[in-house]
Each structure stands twice: as structure tokens, then as C-alpha cells.
């Protein structure tokens, strides 16, 4: 993900979403000394450009908005290609856990578990509020519970070294999403009929599934709600667009915006501006797609 601050140039201030309640909310650091330097909160809104609607997008336009100031007129404006989860978000397994395929703990994992944590949460409690409200229209796809499955995720050796390395990473698991060592009984007891090379299964027991593109579209429900919340006549105001639009070039946006977040995954590579600039790698992805047979009675998939 990419900052990119841009020179501000006075634009006609839009409408605000109508007011509804005031809260109280923390302000942070960064966002208070934005609000302060960059403008006069009465003339024109502070604006923001994220480009990408996949997990960074989204997680970063709720974080705008949740940690801005009160007072201040807030702008959000998101830009996508193909709408929310266009990209490998909305393809992803969803597995979620704060470790490598070899269950090595990632770089900053324990912060990004807690947070990714809280993100859910706050997907889960729009969904429960927009279904339990009979005034509210039903999601058209039935979330329910199907955003998060917390059924834990097991990892199986498959040979001695790979046991080895196994064995070496879990040792620093954070104690709040833990790798436990079990059998081969142990893991068929959990996925039944399941087979294993190897005597030795590795099970995060709080690692969870969810579904990626239901998730995507909670959280942008969550920032519209926010939007709603946080916007009165008396303070700043919070406005959130959705654009569908394909960005070849940042200097498109120049003077249109104080900062632009690029969030483009993997194809932030193509902007003109960042071409062979970013240090990215990318790499092999599979995607399986799995029918039943027609004839199975078994409603269970093994693998
Ligand atoms: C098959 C597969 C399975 C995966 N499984 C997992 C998993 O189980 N667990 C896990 O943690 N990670 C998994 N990942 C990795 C994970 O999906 C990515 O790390 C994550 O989705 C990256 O999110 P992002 O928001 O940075 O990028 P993206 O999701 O790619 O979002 C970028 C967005 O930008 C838009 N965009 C791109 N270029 C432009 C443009 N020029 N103009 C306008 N819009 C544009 C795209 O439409 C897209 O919506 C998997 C990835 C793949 C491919």
C-alpha cells in the first residue's frame, strides 16, 4: 500500500449526508495533525482517493473514517475496476491466521491478528443489525453465520523435515491463536475421513474461514453506516463513493485530492507512475474448483 500526498486545490464543497447523532471517538495522532494542517474545515473537505476495493482497500477506508476527527469533513473516495472484491480478495481461500504456510509467525502478526479480529467483528455486527432489523432490507445474500467459520485450521507434515520446520515455527505461536501437535486420530476426529501422510498434524484451534466476498461487502456496509453515523449539519460531515473506474495514472488525480492510497494489489505494479518502482514479486496462485457428483447423497467434501 502506498501514500501519496498530493497538493490540494480548492474544490466547491459537496453535500453531506443528512445528520443523524454525535459520538464520541478517539482521535489518533496522524489524523488530528492532518485535520490541523491541511485546511480550514469550513471551506472544503478533506478528501481522500483509495484506489482498490479488495481487503487493504476497504480496511483502509473504515480506518479513515473510524479514526477521524469529529469536526472534520471527511471525503472518502473508493475506485475500482470491478467493484468491491474485483480482485484476489474476492478469490482468496479466506484462510486466516497470523502465520506463513510453515506456520511461522508473520511480520507484525499478533498486531494484524487483533486487528483483522476487530474487522470481523465489525462485519458480523453490521450484518446481525441489517437481518435483525425488520425495517432494514434484508441483505440479499444470506450472510448469517457464513461470514466466519471458526472451526479452526489444521496443517498436516508431510515428511520428517517438514515435521522438523513445523515443529521449530509453532514453538513461537502467540499464545491468543496457538498450533498444537496432534495424531493422525486426533485430526480424522476433527475432518473425518480425512488422510494424512504423516503421523503429525498441526491444529490452530483459533484460526478461522471466512467468506471472502461476503466479508468484503459487510465492511463496506459497516462504512456506509459509519458515514450515516458520523455525519451532522453542526461538524464536519463523512462522506464515501464508490467509483467504478479503471486507474491508469496518479496524475489524474492531482488537485483533486489532499492523498491518494493505492491499493491495488498486485496490479499497483501497472500504474504509469509506480511501473518498476515497487518491490513487488509475485507469485503462482491455484484455484480448484470442486463439483460433487450429481448422484452424491453426502453432503460433506473430502480432501
Ligand atoms: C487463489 C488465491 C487464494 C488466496 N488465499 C488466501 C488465503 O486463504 N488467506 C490469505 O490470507 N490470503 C490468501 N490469498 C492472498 C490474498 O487474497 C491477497 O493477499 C489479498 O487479497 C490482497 O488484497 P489487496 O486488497 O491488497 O489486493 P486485491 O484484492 O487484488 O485488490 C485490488 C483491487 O484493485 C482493483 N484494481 C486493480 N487495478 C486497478 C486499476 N488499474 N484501476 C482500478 N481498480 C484496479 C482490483 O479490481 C481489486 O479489487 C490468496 C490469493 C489468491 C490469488
Same mark, same amino acid.
Given at each position: 500500500?502506498?501514500?501519496?500526498? #498530493?497538493?490540494?486545490? $480548492?474544490?466547491?464543497?459537496?453535500?453531506?449526508?443528512?445528520?443523524?447523532?454525535?459520538? *464520541?471517538?478517539?482521535?489518533?495522532? @496522524?489524523?488530528?495533525? &492532518?485535520?490541523?494542517?491541511?485546511?480550514?474545515?469550513?471551506?472544503?473537505?478533506?478528501?481522500?482517493?483509495? &484506489?482498490?476495493?479488495?481487503?487493504?482497500?476497504? =480496511?483502509?477506508?473504515?480506518?479513515? &473514517? *473510524?479514526?477521524?476527527?469529529?469536526?472534520?469533513? &471527511?471525503?472518502?473516495?473508493?475506485?475500482?475496476?470491478?467493484?468491491?472484491?474485483?480482485?484476489?480478495?474476492?478469490?482468496? %481461500?479466506?484462510?486466516?491466521?497470523?502465520? =506463513?504456510?510453515?506456520?511461522?509467525?508473520?511480520?507484525?502478526?499478533?498486531?494484524?491478528?487483533?486487528?483483522?479480529?476487530?474487522?470481523?467483528?465489525?462485519?458480523?455486527?453490521?450484518?446481525?443489525? *441489517?437481518?435483525?432489523?425488520?425495517?432494514?432490507?434484508? #441483505?440479499?445474500?444470506?450472510?448469517?453465520?457464513?461470514?466466519?467459520?471458526?472451526?479452526?485450521? @489444521?496443517?498436516?507434515?508431510?515428511?520428517?523435515?517438514?515435521?522438523?520446520?513445523?515443529?521449530?515455527?509453532?514453538?513461537?505461536?502467540?499464545?491468543?491463536?496457538?498450533?498444537?501437535?496432534?495424531?493422525?486420530?486426533?485430526?480424522?476426529?476433527?475432518?473425518?475421513?480425512?488422510?494424512?501422510?504423516?503421523?503429525?498434524?498441526?491444529?490452530?484451534?483459533?484460526?478461522?474461514?471466512?467468506?471472502? #466476498?461476503?466479508?468484503?461487502?459487510?465492511?463496506?456496509?459497516?462504512?456506509?453506516?459509519?458515514?450515516?453515523?458520523? =455525519?451532522?449539519?453542526?461538524?464536519?460531515?463523512?462522506? @464515501?463513493?464508490?467509483?467504478?473506474? =479503471?486507474?491508469?495514472?496518479?496524475?489524474?488525480?492531482?488537485?483533486?485530492?489532499?492523498?491518494?492510497?493505492?491499493?491495488? %494489489?498486485?496490479?499497483?505494479?501497472? @500504474?504509469?507512475?509506480?511501473?518498476?518502482?515497487?518491490?513487488?514479486?509475485?507469485?503462482?496462485?491455484?484455484?480448484?474448483? #470442486?463439483?460433487? $457428483?450429481?448422484?452424491?447423497?453426502?453432503?460433506?467434501?473430502?480432501?
Amino acid at each position: 500500500m502506498e501514500l501519496l500526498l #498530493l497538493p490540494p486545490k $480548492p474544490v466547491v464543497r459537496p453535500p453531506c449526508y443528512a445528520p443523524r447523532r454525535r459520538s *464520541r471517538r478517539r482521535t489518533s495522532p @496522524l489524523m488530528a495533525s &492532518l485535520s490541523t494542517r491541511q485546511h480550514s474545515l469550513a471551506e472544503r473537505p478533506l478528501r481522500y482517493a483509495v &484506489l482498490g476495493a479488495g481487503f487493504a482497500g476497504l =480496511s483502509v477506508a473504515w480506518h479513515l &473514517l *473510524r479514526h477521524s476527527p469529529e469536526e472534520l469533513h &471527511l471525503r472518502v473516495d473508493i475506485y475500482d475496476e470491478s467493484g468491491i472484491g474485483g480482485g484476489a480478495s474476492g478469490i482468496a %481461500g479466506g484462510l486466516l491466521h497470523p502465520y =506463513s504456510p510453515k506456520v511461522k509467525l508473520l511480520w507484525q502478526g499478533a498486531e494484524c491478528w487483533k486487528e483483522c479480529l476487530k474487522l470481523l467483528k465489525i462485519a458480523e455486527r453490521v450484518v446481525h443489525k *441489517r437481518n435483525s432489523n425488520p425495517q432494514n432490507v434484508k #441483505l440479499e445474500w444470506n450472510l448469517g453465520d457464513s461470514i466466519i467459520r471458526r472451526r479452526g485450521i @489444521l496443517r498436516p507434515a508431510m515428511d520428517a523435515k517438514h515435521l522438523d520446520t513445523l515443529t521449530n515455527n509453532a514453538q513461537n505461536c502467540l499464545p491468543f491463536c496457538k498450533i498444537e501437535s496432534i495424531d493422525k486420530d486426533a485430526a480424522e476426529a476433527l475432518v473425518p475421513n480425512m488422510k494424512v501422510p504423516f503421523n503429525s498434524v498441526f491444529h490452530m484451534p483459533e484460526a478461522v474461514n471466512i467468506h471472502p #466476498l461476503c466479508y468484503l461487502q459487510a465492511l463496506f456496509l459497516a462504512c456506509q453506516d459509519l458515514v450515516e453515523e458520523m =455525519s451532522t449539519s453542526s461538524f464536519g460531515g463523512k462522506e @464515501l463513493y464508490m467509483h467504478r473506474k =479503471s486507474i491508469d495514472r496518479l496524475c489524474d488525480f492531482e488537485g483533486e485530492y489532499d492523498a491518494v492510497i493505492v491499493c491495488l %494489489g498486485a496490479k499497483a505494479d501497472l @500504474l504509469s507512475e509506480l511501473s518498476g518502482r515497487l518491490p513487488l514479486r509475485t507469485c503462482r496462485g491455484v484455484i480448484a474448483h #470442486l463439483q460433487l $457428483p450429481d448422484n452424491s447423497g453426502d453432503p460433506r467434501i473430502y480432501l
